[in-house]
């Protein structure tokens, strides 16, 4: 899609994942190195938990993408699965672990289903996935969660919220009324609710110009990496 001056316009409701993972597009016409998401290794944010002992246990990575969180945790020595929707993000997070010779398991999966993996995690960690679900399919995903999870087992979830121009960048932006309601008694405890920032790719020029054009304000890093709100969701599964 293109705007009336020619510009390429986002519409982050309607990206394909798959194809996005093959053809390293999220518009149509600008082909980048890396998906904004793929930065090479753990979100600071998931490190800051790993550091304070909050991820422990068989780790589920949902939605995992490339592999960078599964591997980064692998590596430490945890026991972790990595699932996502995508077969080609799964094919590149395989040959990633490979690459650096990490033990991991990796297999295409539906976040809202997640068939054949009940009671098996002790931590799920969720980067930039509940934001790509619309609402029902985010109730059968929290309710597909709670299902794979153990009893007294923690979820660590960064989702965008919901901002000025998070439409421009976010498929489906959440409230933090929404989070409330979603973990609570009887099948949550929620421990931690509190905004962050999701860091992102340096965008290239011509991404940069498709955002600008959107009206998005963004922030960014030392390094020229973007920095987009989330929400910091931390909950025990009861």
Known sequence: MTDKDGTPELDPSS??????YQGSTLVEGIVMDRLPWEIGRPQPL?????QAG????????????PGDTTVYLAGLGY???????????????RAKAAELGVAASFA???????TGYDG????????????????EQ?????????????????????????????????P????????????????????ELRPGTLTAIKPSPEFKAVMDRSGAQLDFDAEGSMLLPIWVVEAERV
């Not at 026991?79 to 997070?93: M, N, R, S, W, Y």
Request: glycine share 6%; hydrophobic share 45%; charged share 25%.
């Open 15 to 20: 990206i394909d994942f798959e194809q996005a």
């Open 46 to 50: 998931l490190v800051e938990f790993e």
């Open 54 to 65: 909050r991820i422990t246990g068989d780790v589920l990575d949902i939605g995992c993408g």
């Open 79 to 93: 026991q972790v699965t990595g699932l996502d929707f995508a077969p080609t993000a799964i094919e590149k997070a």
């Open 108 to 114: 295409v999966a539906d976040a809202t289903v997640l």
């Open 120 to 135: 098996r995690f002790d931590t799920v960690v969720s980067s930039a996935l509940a934001h790509c679900l619309d609402a």
């Open 138 to 170: 985010r109730k059968a995903h929290v309710a597909a969660l709670h299902r794979v999870m153990r009893p007294g087992a923690r979820l660590i979830q960064f989702c965008f919220s919901q901002a000025a121009f998070s439409d421009t960048y976010a």
């Open 172 to 191: 489906y932006a959440i409230g933090e009324d929404e989070l409330r309601a979603t973990f609570r008694a009887p099948d949550w405890n929620l421990t």
